[in-house]
Structure formats: C-alpha cells, structure tokens
C-alpha cells in the first residue's frame, strides 16, 4: 500500500508546473523560474531536471504509450508523470522520495527500460551540442583579467580565428574540456565547450561573469549605443540586456529598464545592483502606458516582447494554437508601434524574440513599419556584421524580411533567435528643424508685412490720404501711368507689364482723354485742376515707387503746355482786334477748349462786319 502522507518532494512539482506552462503556454524556461522567485531552490537544478524532461519529451510519450500508463493511471498527473520518469531514466537514474507519485513511476521501471533498450534507434537520443557562453561583466571586471584568472585554473585560451564566420563555427566546435576562445562578432562573451559547469564558479557567484547565450548578446552589440547616451529596455526583467548595455556604455549615459510585473521587478532591481550596473534606471510600470514627453530624451530602444519561445534551446513543440499566435502577434505589433512614437528622439530600435515563427518576426516589421508615421528603415543585418553571418529573414515578406537576422540552434550553435534593427530616417530630424526654423521665418515675414502695411499710407499734396486698392486685387498693386510726354526710365517700368494689363492700359487711356475733354470744356476751370485730376486717375494705376516723380513730370507738362497755348491764343486775338482777359485765358486748358473759342470768335467777327 502506498502511503498518502508521503508529499511529492517540492523541486517535482515545480519542475512539473513550469514544464506545463512551457508545453502549453510557450516561453522561457528561464523566465519562468525567476517568475516563480524561488531563492530557496538552486536555480541550477531545477532549470537542468525541466531541460532534461523537454529534450525526451517525445521518447517519453512514445514510453507512456507503450505501457498504456496513462489509461492505468488516470489519477497520476500527466506533468509531474513525465519530470518524473525523465529523472529515472536520463538523469539521476533514481527517485529518492516514497510519495506516490514516485512509488507508481517505479512500479514501471522495468518496462520503461525493456521499451528503451529495444527501440534506441527510434529514441531521440540525438541533440545538437552547444557551446557555453559566458559573458564578462566589464562592470566588474576586464575581459584579460578574466582570461588570466580562468588561465590560473587551468583553462586553455584559444584566439579566436581572424578568418570567416564559418571558420569559427568550426573552431567552438572543435574546443575540448578545458578550452575556451573569444566569441567572433560579442568581444565580451566567451565561448567553453558544450557541457562545462560554471553554475559553482567563483566569478559566476560574484556576479562577475554572467551565463547568458550569444543570440541574446547580439541584440546588444547591434543596438551600439555609445558611451552617454540614453537607452530604454522596454521589457528588462530578468536584467541580462540591462545589464550587458551598462557594460557596453561603461556605465556612462542613462539606462531606462522598465518591467510591469512586480516579481519580476524585484528580480531586475536586485541583479541590476548585484552587477554594478550603476546607469541603470529600474522603472515598475507597464511600458505601453509611457506616454509622448514622459521620456523624450530616450535615443536607443531595446525591445524584447513576450513571445511564444519556439526558439528556445528545449522547445516542447514545433507549433501554436492560432490564437494563441494571434494574440502574440497582436501584442507584439501594439509594442513596436508604441516605440516607434513614444520617444520622439530615438534614432535606433532592436527588435528581437526568442521565436522561429515568422508571424512573430517578419510580418510584424512590416506590418508596422509600412503602417508607420514617422519614416523608419529596415537595416541589413547582414551589412552591419560585415557579411559574417548565414540565416537571414525570409524573403516572403519582401526585402524588409531578408534585412534581418536568424540564430539557429542547429548552424549557429545558438538557440534560436530573431532580430531587427530599425533606424529612423535623418531626414526626419533635419525636417523637425527645418519646420522651426520655417515657423520662425514665418513670423519674421508676418511682423514685416505688417511694417509694410504702415508705411504705405501715402498722403497727395493737398493733404488728403490716398485710397489703396484692396491686396486682394494683386492686378491693381502694379499700376501703369499714362503720360503724353514720360522720361525713357519711366517707359522701361511701363513696357515690363504682362501683355494681359497693356488692354486695361489702353482702356485707362481712352478713359483719361476723355476726362481731360470733358473737364476742358467746363467753365472756370483751372488747367492745373484739370492736370491734377489726370494725374490723380494715374495714381490708382501707378507704382509706389515712382509715383511723386510721375506727379512731378505732370505738373511740369501741364505747365509748358499751358503757357504755350496761352501766347497762341494771345496772339490770335490780337489778330483779330479783340480783346480777351486774363482769365478767360487762365481758364483754356486744351487743345479743344482753343477750338472752340476760335470758332466762337469767327461767328462774332462774321455778325460785327453784317452789322
């Protein structure tokens, strides 16, 4: 009989619960277990037992199908089943504990290793070997220290090659125990061979060196901000990219690491610290509520959504329920589009999963930056690693997928990762300045304008202020004068008007003569009125700046012509033997007026000698 007062110990069903959400809900199992915060527990052990039971997930469903546990068994849970016999059968090889969870897996023992020893080439027994990398955390200390005190432990430093990208895939493969060489493209990440145990080192304990793969380093080492500048992390936690960014700044500038969830939080504040990484801003708030003004000194962004982690060095599956992708994709949009406009200084954003989906990659950039307000450009990864590298995005979605970046477990010894590196176009910024500049040009022209406006109110000679045409009639702001006698320099300005206004010219002519006639003709009236009144119908049509010239010359024609006609006259009447006044002289003001004075003067003669 078992006994039911025997608990499952608790490193089981926590291994069971975070291999569950993995299976069914996607993600990191990393992420996972410093969700849970378990600080009571070896971090180690528990993520080695998880990895090892999703490396045979399959062998293990094929063993439970084969002796029909799960229809013997259906009050066992199916979770804690497989982290149980993945520890009986490629781990420890024991189950120490007499719960009875524990007692059922045994009682199987020997028909699990019946089935495992006749079907071995069916197993999946094999799976790709990747290196370890170690990053240093130049925080703390230099990479030649680092390589010395590995050195004085035994350790055998291997320069990397200074050939291709495919030379040094080679060369990692190639390290034995006790080798370790510098990462090709990440300076600061150090490469051991596949299986070295580093969880107990020193330097690890002290915060000194950091576990994290090489895919994720690359986000970092392509986002390139330099010392000084301001970075955003818009999903930090657990702190590997924060952190690493402090290091590569050298702890210079301004790191903005934001995380909603507050366990996750806590983690990020207290590796953040623990690493020395003193320009890290830790901020507990949901990065979608950071509003336009809240952070626009931002120049760098990081972001590293929640993705479906199909990826990952032990993914469960090889695909996802559609809406389960859907809701992802959906979310993962909303986070770059909010990036794309919340910091309206950024020059530069890495986008990154740890996916192997497109619809979580490829089609989310072009989704988002063809939608976009603001230009921003798809850089070619490929471009900015020199040509050294060999998985790219895919072509299907145009030459926006190709420009990105694929890290593939099986030809990039790395788990799997996707990147993009999205730079705003410079146009945009020197279009920002031009439009302040031209705001304040704009101004500058209104104030002149109005200045203008002033000084244009002229006042005639008798006193009386000159009514403008309206601005809107733009025909009338360039006049045309009409004089019988006009310099040459004044004949240049008129001949410059389009061909359109030389009508209304002609017309204005007409109009004028015939003025002149009529007010010839009135009694008592004074030629220099007359003159005056011509020279006022030319003002309307005249330009601004020749105007009191204009005026002048008239007056001056008036004059000659009116002092030649007054001695013809003259000299006519004293012809005749008549007398005329003065100011019956004054008052002829044309060749008309003469006309008519002469007929009268013959008709009066004519009566005289009848008389």
């Known amino acids: 009989m078992f006994e039911h007062s025997v608990k499952v110990p608790r490193h089981y069903k926590v291994a069971a619960n975070i291999f569950k959400k993995v299976s069914t809900e996607g993600g990191s199992v990393k992420t996972l277990l410093y969700d849970d915060k378990l600080r009571h527990f070896r971090t180690n052990v528990l993520y ?30 199916l979770w804690l089943a497989k982290v149980l016999t993945a520890e009986l059968l490629f781990g420890k090889k024991a189950l120490p504990g007499k719960s009875k969870p524990e007692q059922t897996i045994l009682s199987y023992k020997d028909q699990f290793e019946k089935y495992t020893a006749d079907h071995q080439e069916d197993l999946k027994t094999e799976v790709v070997r990747r290196p370890r990398y170690v990053r240093i955390n130049t925080n703390l200390l230099t990479t030649s220290d680092a390589i010395g005190a590995f050195q004085e432990e035994g350790y055998r430093f291997i320069r990397c090659t200074s050939g291709s990208y495919d ?91 934001v995380e909603r969830n507050e366990k996750r939080y806590q ?69 770059l589009k909010h990036a794309m406009n919340a910091f309206p200084n950024a020059k530069r954003i890495v986008y990154s999963t740890c996916s192997l989906f497109p619809e979580e990659n490829e089609r989310v950039i072009t989704n988002v930056v063809k939608t976009s307000r603001v230009k921003w450009r798809v850089q070619d990864v490929k471009e900015l690693l020199k040509g050294q590298w060999n998985n790219f995005g895919s072509g299907m979605y145009g030459s926006m997928g190709t420009r990105c970046l694929y890290a593939r477990q099986e030809s990039d010894y790395t788990s799997g990762f996707f990147l993009a590196v999205i730079d705003k176009d410079p146009k945009y910024f020197d279009k920002n300045n031009d439009a302040g500049n031209d705001k304040e040009d704009d101004e500058d022209k209104l104030q002149t304008n109005k200045s203008k406006s002033k000084s244009m109110e002229d006042v005639s000679e008798g006193g009386e202020e000159i009514v403008k045409p309206k601005r809107k009639k733009k025909k009338d702001r360039n006049p045309v004068v009409e004089t019988n006698d006009i310099d040459p320099e004044v004949d240049s300005v008129v ?17 004028i003569d015939e003025r002149c006639t009529r007010d010839s003709n009135e009694p008592n009236v004074d030629e220099t009125e007359i003159t005056l009144r011509v020279c006022e119908d030319t003002q309307v049509v005249s330009k601004k700046k020749r105007k009191n010239a204009i005026e002048e010359e008239c007056n001056e024609t008036v004059e000659v012509e009116g002092r030649k006609n ?37 008709k009066d003669i004519s009566k005289e000698s009848e008389d």
């Open 48 to 77: 080695a037992l998880i990895t090892e039971t999703i490396k045979h997930a399959d062998d293990i469903d094929k063993i439970f199908e084969n002796c029909s546990l799960v229809t013997n068994e259906p009050r066992l849970d």
């Open 167 to 257: 030379d040094y895939l080679k060369q990692i493969q190639g390290l034995t125990e006790y080798d370790f060489t510098q990462d090709y493209h990440v300076k600061t990440v150090f490469v051991f061979s596949a299986g070295t145990k580093l969880h107990e080192h020193d330097l690890y304990l002290e915060n000194k060196i950091i576990l994290q793969d090489k895919a994720t380093a690359l986000a970092v080492h392509l986002l390139a901000p330099p010392p000084g500048s301001v970075v955003m992390d818009m999903c930090a936690a657990p702190g590997m990219k924060a952190t690493q960014l402090a290091a590569y700044m050298r702890n210079e500038g301004k790191i903005y690491a």
């Open 267 to 335: 983690t990020l504040c207290d590796f953040v610290a623990k690493t020395g990484s003193k320009c890290v801003q830790t901020i507990h708030k949901d990065a979608l509520e950071i509003r336009r003004g809240d952070y626009d000194d931002v120049e760098y962004v990081l972001l590293d959504p929640s993705c479906s982690g199909s990826g990952m060095e032990f993914c469960v599956h090889n695909y996802i329920e559609e809406a389960r992708l859907a809701k992802l994709t959906s979310l993962q949009e909303k986070f």
């Open 495 to 511: 001949e410059e008007v389009p061909k359109k206004k030389k009508k209304r010219k002609r017309e204005n002519k007409t109009d």
């Open 566 to 602: 007054k001695k013809k006259r003259k000299k006519q009447n004293d012809e005749a033997g008549l007398e005329v006044n003065n100011q019956d002289l004054d008052d002829a003001g044309g060749r008309n007026k003469k006309k008519r004075k002469k007929q009268k003067l013959d």
